[in-house]
């Protein structure tokens, strides 16, 4: 790691372990241009500006200055004085003007990684951070790039922060948090999109010219989109190829974007969502962009996902609960929903004792007159016809069964048919003279407001201290529309989503910080805020809604491409499914939720007692092999989105010691081969046996009987059997002999 500036070449070189980024300043009047970004080289080479091309460079002719901006590889690029491309940065000034020209002013390069005021952001030792100072002289704007790197890690953290230095107010309308341009090599753009209870499927297209990308204007992350981006070579896989990858370290409306130019030239970008954004700066403020990782990798797209899940685990989840075995816990929403009791609850919990649970977490619906979906948000009372003696009484007789007890909150919103909306009803987001619309018959509160987030905080405080509560599923159930709060001046009403944001980061860190044993797990309506913001305040997030073994194969696949293992709510539910009304083996549910936190959603007292039976050896199960899942280095070996067919991936052990390898049969097919496959990620000198799990038993029994090498299994593969029946499952230990 290291990060130098090369004052008589005026370049700017960052190394990680394998790569090199390179940005160099042109001549008089120092515009910052992006040189390099790839596997690491040895040289400060600035070349690669080509400020030799038509129409040269403006100060040698300064007629050509629009056809000189509108070519150069800019490192942060504005608007309004001759890039044409999509830009990076845009103000208004109080005149109406939108002229801009960053220009270099000065450079430091500070040990350590600063935090962001208010925003998630990566922390740790051993890091270097380089801030780079542009300023535009006429409008008195300055911008201050970041850009951090930690000692064990590739990726690249950026941010940038906006100060008005003029003597007139700005109005920032555009403030991404990173861009920069090169050539494209003939890449293909990688998204995630999907639906309610079908997130994060992964896209792959060749790139066009002109702009393309995903963005959010939900108010969060989104089902639709993920905060990501990643252009890869043509043949780009899990083990080779570059990859650039963008992944943004924020909950709110976003836009990631690539850009192809006229000379096949691309801009990648990230950041806040300029639709909707308007952030008013006067003389003296300051405005902070949220962070972006950045990564290249050359070792395909396995080589982006480890370097996140390791930035994630190591620089960014600041739960104690990261690493350490999470309780397996039983969720009642997809038994009761809203019909429950403490009765209920208790049944539940009792049978899940018996059977190696360890917590119960009460969903929606424990509050006010919250018998369904239609009424009582915001009331956050104890309904005590539900739990008859209280809260207090219920979570002492759920101890004493030897269970930790959990609970739902959907803090953020309020429901027409609510105390609280009847006593402030501008304390829902609301457009002055237009009905709202709804959503889940539910508004959003105007968290902006800091009477609205007082009261939010001490609902959750006052529930939090009557009782021993171990874990809360903080939930969020509807997008922001409707955009308007009752307090911001007109002004100002373009910085209502960004400041919903920070709102809820206010309120996580106040909630994470007042209870550092509480386990949070945040939820949207399934994976709608499954993402690396959220992370920095709950080491997991609920993935979707869908529960079913064989649709979590595919959103498993799309979140683990950024997120590792360990942050990923996964269950085994009731079958039929509640969404897709498959019928799933039990076996193969418990193999599928191996793959995230672990546990179930489900009647324990309802379902067969073969099923039954079969809990306390998948809690034997997720016990053995827990720490391969939540602490090891991911590696897909097949996927079943692409080969229709079967799915499989592999958790190795930072020493190579050991792995676990998941294999799902989806369809069985008549007259064929058995499946080879070939793994990934081990020693190929160390020596191998491989067990497979057995549920029956709970013990593991040998799979291959002769010792292997690595390099044998890695390059010559292994079969596995096929199984007789659809949605079967097979898990293997590896471990050095
Ligand atoms: C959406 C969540 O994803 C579900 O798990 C459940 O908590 C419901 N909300 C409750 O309303």
Same mark, same amino acid.
């Given at each position: ?11 700017? %070189? ?25 596997? @690491? ?80 952001? =990566? ?11 542009? %300023? ?59 639906? +309610? ?12 010219? *002109? ?5 959010? &204007? ?37 836009? $990631?974007?690539?850009? %192809? ?40 797209? #396995? ?61 929606? !619906? +424990? ?14 009372? /104890? ?18 069964? *030897? ?114 044993? &509480?386990?949070?797990?945040? =939820?949207? !309506? ?16 609920? =993935?979707?809604?869908? $529960? ?26 009731? =079958? ?15 193999? /599928? ?33 827990? #720490? ?15 080969? #229709? ?8 052990? %930072?020493? @190579? ?23 990934? !990620? ?25 010792? &292997? ?29």
């Amino acid at each position: 790691m290291d990060i130098r500036f090369f004052e008589e070449e005026r370049v700017f %070189k960052i190394d990680t372990e394998n790569t090199s980024y390179i940005m160099a300043l042109t001549d008089e009047p120092g515009y910052l241009g992006h040189a390099y970004y790839g596997p @690491k080289v040895s040289d400060a080479y600035a070349r690669l500006l080509r400020t030799g091309d038509y129409p040269f460079t403006p100060d040698v002719n300064p007629r050509d200055k629009l056809g000189f901006l509108d070519s150069f590889p800019m490192e942060y690029s504005f608007h309004g004085t001759g890039d044409f491309r999509e830009t990076a940065f845009k103000i208004r000034t109080e005149g109406g003007n939108v002229a801009c020209e960053l220009k270099y002013f000065s450079h430091v390069i500070e040990k350590g990684k600063p935090g962001i005021p208010g925003l998630p952001a =990566c922390f740790g030792d051993n890091a270097l951070t380089l801030i780079i100072t542009l %300023k535009d002289a006429p409008t008195g704007m300055a911008v201050r790039l970041y850009y951090s790197v930690f000692e064990d890690n590739d990726t690249i953290l950026r941010s940038a922060v906006a100060v008005n230095e003029g003597s007139g107010t700005v109005f920032l309308e555009r403030m991404l948090s990173a861009s920069f341009d090169m050539d494209d090599e003939d890449f293909e753009l990688i998204t995630l999109h999907g639906s +309610w209870a079908r997130e994060r499927h992964i896209d792959r297209r060749p790139l066009a010219h *002109g702009f393309q990308g995903v963005s959010s &204007l939900r108010g969060e992350s989104s089902h639709q989109h993920q905060p990501f981006i990643a252009i890869a070579e043509k043949n780009a896989d899990q083990d080779s190829g570059s990859v650039y990858g963008m992944q943004f370290v924020y909950s709110g409306n976003f836009l $990631a974007m690539v850009y %192809k130019g006229q000379y096949d030239n691309i801009r990648m970008m990230m950041g806040i969502n300029p639709e909707d954004f308007c952030w008013k700066l006067e003389p003296g403020a300051e405005f902070h962009a949220p962070e972006v990782m950045l990564v290249y990798s050359a070792e395909g797209l #396995g080589g982006m996902s480890r370097s996140w899940h390791d930035l994630i685990r190591e620089h960014l989840i600041r739960s104690r609960y990261k690493y350490i075995e999470r309780p397996i816990l039983i969720n009642n929403w997809e038994a009761t929903y809203f019909d429950f009791d403490s009765d209920k609850l208790l049944a539940i919990a009792k049978t899940a004792a018996e059977h190696g649970i360890e917590m119960l977490v009460m969903d929606d !619906g +424990w509050f006010g007159n919250r018998y369904d979906d239609n009424r009582a948000l915001g009331d956050w009372k /104890v309904n005590e016809e539900k739990l008859k003696g209280g809260l207090g009484k219920l979570v002492e007789d759920v101890k004493a069964l *030897g269970l930790k007890f959990g609970i739902w909150f959907e803090p953020e919103m309020v429901s027409p048919d609510s105390d609280l909306y009847r006593a402030h009803p501008d304390w829902a987001i609301a457009v002055p003279g237009r009905v709202a619309g709804l959503a889940r018959n539910q508004y959003v509160l105007d968290l902006s407001r800091e009477e609205v987030k007082e009261y939010v905080f001490k609902c959750l405080t006052d529930i939090l201290d009557s009782a021993d509560i171990a874990y809360v599923k903080w939930d969020m159930n509807r997008q922001l529309a409707d955009l308007g709060s009752a307090q911001l001046p007109a002004d100002r009403q373009g910085e209502l989503f960004h400041r919903y944001v920070l709102a809820v980061y206010e309120l996580q860190e106040r909630l994470t910080s007042r209870y550092p044993d &509480l386990l949070l797990e945040n =939820c949207s !309506g399934g994976g709608a805020r499954f993402d690396a913001g959220m992370l920095y305040y709950s080491p997991q997030i609920w =993935c979707s809604d869908d $529960a079913d073994a064989i649709e979590r194969l595919m959103i498993q696949e799309g979140t683990a491409l950024l997120y590792p293992l360990s942050t990923m709510g996964a269950h085994v539910s009731d =079958c039929p499914n509640h969404v897709v009304g498959r019928v799933t083996p039990f076996e193969t549910r418990g193999y /599928v939720a191996l793959a995230g936190t672990f546990g179930y959603e489900l009647d324990i007292t309802k379902i067969s007692g073969e099923d039954r039976a079969m809990i306390p050896k998948q809690a034997a199960m997720y016990k053995k092999y827990h #720490g391969l899942v939540a602490g090891g280095d991911y590696y897909r070996i097949a996927s079943y989105s692409e080969n #229709g067919y079967h799915d499989s991936w592999l958790c190795v052990s %930072k020493d @190579k010691s050991e792995g676990l390898l998941t294999f799902i049969q989806v369809l069985n097919r008549p007259s064929r081969h058995t499946v080879k496959l070939k793994l990934r !990620g081990l020693s190929p000198e160390k020596s191998y046996r491989i067990f497979r799990f057995d549920m029956e038993s709970g013990e593991e029994e040998s799979f291959i009987p002769e010792a &292997l090498h690595g390099d044998t299994l890695m390059n010559a593969g292994i079969l596995i059997p096929r199984m007789n029946g659809d949605f079967k499952g097979i898990l293997l230990h590896i471990k050095t002999t």
